[in-house]
């Protein structure tokens, strides 16, 4: 009854969703006194954890495609609780996923879940799970009714303060609130700097500025591209994507601009360009700084007044398009080179925006490897595919030089590598760090102070008699030898994750005697 009371009393109490659904997690563990507890929403042929409790943190990055996981396709294809006894040959999408028994086989696994409605559909299900088969009582399934019904209400009033926050947003009255972000099916993270990055470009994306993303490689930045569409009123139309470092100069012209019949060799037909398809929606230059300057001066064009002139074509055409452009490189470097107009710049850059790097979103690295895993279970075949602890924080020691991209190469790598060592299809597949193999990558690795002792601890100089100077020789020389190796031996890239300019980076590598 006390238990019940709390979850009534949360539905009368203004509470964020995020942290509303985590107490009813909680508050249904302790009733029930089961190991863990799983609220999940279906979104299209999956589904997604909401808020967990006795679970390790990487099950929230993780997508069950109903499919798949038969146990959870029961639980929402009936209204009544469903349950599961010791023994049941169907697998448990929460196998190794128990925080108490991680990567262990559950021999003996006890589990109940109910559906949940919401405006007459089914919103998702409630899963509960126990290690042995005492747990669970006869009349905790009809208990579980109960609790189901009350946790039904905690999401209907949840999502209805949140239609009333994003109404008075809206009307102008209020803002709307950061903390409950909801991460669609592509972007998963719940760092603050994530939080904050997509309350911004929500914001932003209503506003029709264009918008500059940048970041490292591999950070996501189409991805936040999208998002930007989709939380803009031209949603509903295109969204074309370009990328400008795989145009070819000699026909970049016309893939953005289009051409007439006749306009060059090999023009059989008239053809609109990437730029005119995109017209009423969103125009996505990615690698923006690649552009060749010929196509610069008439993009700018196209932004300033919003026309266009297909190639061999005498009069323009206007076009209604909103730019989102991305771009890994320091554009005011390019701009001192020449490489890159200054006019264009200050035109795109109306809205610039940092997506940060997954070293700096904390403990997201293990949401993100979570997807990842789920995606290579499904791919590969495996009844369950997870992190040993000793990985788990590996990973969160790692620095990611290669970003999101670099972290799903690793998990995928690391899967296929487990199976050919010979882990079974049919066990709990448990990743090590020797699985994961970072260091065979030759990349960052330890923390800056450890690279510097490597460097400068060698047999010749391990009594430390060198001077101030050649010790922070050795370690600006450990440094740049590792950024290099890190981005495959590109100076710009490099230089802008050491936050210098390219050209004070061959400076400085040419002092310190690296080629």
């Known amino acids: ?55 390790a943190k990487e099950t929230l990055g993780r997508r069950f495609v109903i499919a798949q996981h038969p146990r959870l396709g029961s639980i929402i294809s009936t209204r009544s609780p469903v349950r599961f006894l010791p023994g049941n040959p169907l697998p448990d999408p929460y196998d190794g996923l128990l925080d108490e028994k991680i990567g262990q086989a559950l021999p003996v696994h006890d589990c109940m879940g109910i559906s949940l409605y919401l405006e007459g559909q089914v919103w998702g299900a409630l899963t509960l ?15 579980l009714t109960t609790y189901g019904l009350l946790v039904e209400a905690g999401v209907r009033v949840s999502r209805l303060e949140e239609d009333n926050r994003n ?19 592509e972007i998963v993270g719940q760092s603050a700097v994530i939080r904050n990055l997509i309350h911004e ?12 993303l940048l970041g490292e490689t591999g950070v996501g930045k189409e991805l936040f591209a999208q998002r930007i569409h989709q939380s803009s009123q031209r949603k509903k139309g295109p969204m074309i994507h370009v990328n400008c470092a795989a145009l070819p100069e000699s ?25 005119e398809a995109a017209d ?12 060749p300057l010929t196509i610069q001066a008439k993009l700018l064009r196209t932004v300033q007044n919003g026309e266009i002139q297909r190639l061999g074509e005498d009069h323009p055409r206007k076009v209604n398009v909103r730019i989102v452009s991305a771009t890994n490189r320091q554009l005011q470097d390019t701009i001192r080179q020449g490489r890159f107009r200054a006019d264009l710049y200050h035109r795109l850059s109306v809205y610039p925006v940092h997506v940060p790097p997954l070293r700096e979103r904390g403990t997201d690295v293990l949401i993100l490897a979570g997807r990842f895993l789920e995606l ?64 065979s990558e030759g990349l960052v690795v330890a923390s800056e102070n450890e690279i510097y002792s490597a460097e400068i601890n060698t047999p010749e100089n391990e009594k430390m008699h060198d001077s101030l100077k050649q010790l922070t020789q050795a370690f600006q020389r450990a440094q740049v030898r590792s950024r290099l190796q890190a981005h495959q031996g590109r100076w710009v890239d490099a230089a802008q994750s050491l936050g210098i300019d390219t050209s004070n980076l061959h400076k400085l590598a040419k002092r310190l005697g690296i080629k």
Not at 171 to 178: A, C, K, L, Q
Not at 203 to 212: G, Q
Not at 418 to 431: E, H
Request: charged content about 25%; some cysteine; proline content about 3%.
């Open 1 to 55: 009854m006390k238990t019940e009371l709390s979850l009534i009393a949360d539905l009368v109490t203004d509470l964020p969703r995020a942290i509303r659904a985590q107490r009813m997690v909680k508050t249904v563990r302790e009733e029930f006194g089961c190991h863990a507890v799983g609220l999940l929403k279906i979104e299209g042929d999956s589904m997604t954890p909401v808020a967990f409790e006795g679970l």
């Open 129 to 143: 799970d126990a290690f042995d088969g005492k747990t669970f009582k006869a009349s905790d399934i009809a208990k």
């Open 167 to 185: 109404l008075r947003a809206l009307r102008g009255t209020d803002s709307v609130n950061p903390v409950n972000v909801k991460v669609n099916q």
């Open 201 to 212: 470009l929500d914001v932003a994306a209503d506003s029709d500025l264009p918008i500059l």
């Open 251 to 275: 026909l970049a012209e016309s893939e953005l601009f289009g051409h007439v019949k006749g306009a060059f060799s090999g023009a059989t037909s008239d053809r609109a360009g990437r730029i």
């Open 280 to 291: 009423g929606g969103t125009l996505f230059l990615d690698e923006v700084g690649e552009l």
């Open 376 to 439: 290579n279970r499904s791919r590969l075949g495996l009844r369950s595919l997870r992190l040993s602890e000793a990985a788990e924080h590996a990973l969160c020691q790692y620095s990611w030089p290669g970003n999101v991209r670099e972290l799903e190469h690793v998990i995928s790598r690391a899967a296929l590598r487990a199976l050919s060592q010979g882990a079974s299809r049919d066990d709990i597949v448990t990743l090590e760090p020797k699985s994961l193999a970072l260091e």
